[in-house]
């Protein structure tokens, strides 16, 4: 019903994933006809259900304050009832600016200079840099990889949790960069390993809306994390609404909540950017067709990918996307770094692919690709990787 193959005009709109300087400050000089598959950004032409209500909102004719009115909260209750199963009170809800800003003000609000947060890597860059930023010591629990997919390492974790009492577990679930999804076991395990440490399971839940293998369990399933749980998710990343620069936080727990809240009113995060709220309604309310077919688009862009690698690029491994759009590929069999990598797809191919090395830790040897875009872009993208790829050295 969709059209996906269409790509709205990303230069004009000045995203950042396409904008030329942005890319040769990142990449260094690149060649016309580049395709950009790295931020985390679909290529997507907005579901025509959203467009219509934000130019509604236009068409009133002003834009003055606003605040969270009750339609907010109920469409965040349906769609965390309906789509996840989880039955959330509107008192649990706060509106912030982003997911990633939210992080900085959570880490801000529970983290003194004396202590420190954990998380898992590779991850998602702003985890590490959001308690950087605070002056907040990090510590980092490795994945494991077994028959090609990432595992939590509890043995690790729970010495780590023991030795380092962190505040908090920052956790990416499903996980950026490799789109894994964790079992309902792990989830298990993750809140009761918290919970006995006294640490408080911070769950990013953004990569939860477009699931290709098993199932994501939120946290919010778990009703013995409640007590210490802050679950942080938008729909920016389902629905490709970051530049709304709107999210929300779910805590169960009252004193968690009100601690955070009271530094996000300190920050003045209080009233919602008036587009951002109508497109968060009009996303979670009216547009659940356009990311069920998004979704399968994106699949099916993914079974090319990986069904192309194996067969015409075998020393690269594409990791099994369980859940978003973000395809992890090993590289080591190349012989050459990420860096590497990424740098010559990029100069010698206008090929633009995250490098793995930038995921905090234990991402070297592995680049990210961005399927969240046209079919034709990713065919595009692996003919180009082809040819940077098996041409012998020193060409
Ligand atoms: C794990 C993770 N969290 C948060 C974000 C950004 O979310 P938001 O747009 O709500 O700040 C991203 C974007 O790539 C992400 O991968």
Known sequence: MYNFDECPDRVRERARKWDRKIIE?????????????WIADMDFKMPPELEQALRAAIGRGALGYTYCYDEFYEAVMRWQGDRHGATVEKEWITLSYGTVSTLHYVIQAFCGPED?????????????????????????????LREGRYTINFTALKAQLEQYKPQLYLFCSPHNPSGRIWSFEEMKTVARLCREHDTILVADEV??????????????MLKEAHSNLILLTSPNKGFNLGGLKTSYSIIPDEKLRTRLRQKLEQNSVTSPNVFGII????????????????AAYIRENYELFASYIAAKIPQLQVMEMEASYLAWVDI??????SGEVTRVLASRAGALVENGAHFVRDGEGYIRVNLGTQRDNVLAVLKKMEEVLNQPPGR
């Open 116 to 144: 420190c947060v954990l998380m898992n890597t590779p991850v998602y860059e702003p985890f590490d840099s959001a308690a950087r930023r605070q002056g907040v010591k990090r510590i980092y629990n490795s994945l494991q």
């Open 207 to 220: 990569h939860g809306e477009h699931i290709h293998q098993g199932k994501f369990h939120s946290a919010l």
């Open 25 to 37: 400050k990142n990449f260094g000089k690149v060649p016309e006809g580049f395709i950009p598959m």
């Open 279 to 294: 497109g968060l309604i009009a996303a979670y309310d009216r547009c659940r067709p356009w990311l069920d077919e998004a």
């Open 332 to 337: 080591r069999r190349t012989g050459l770094s």
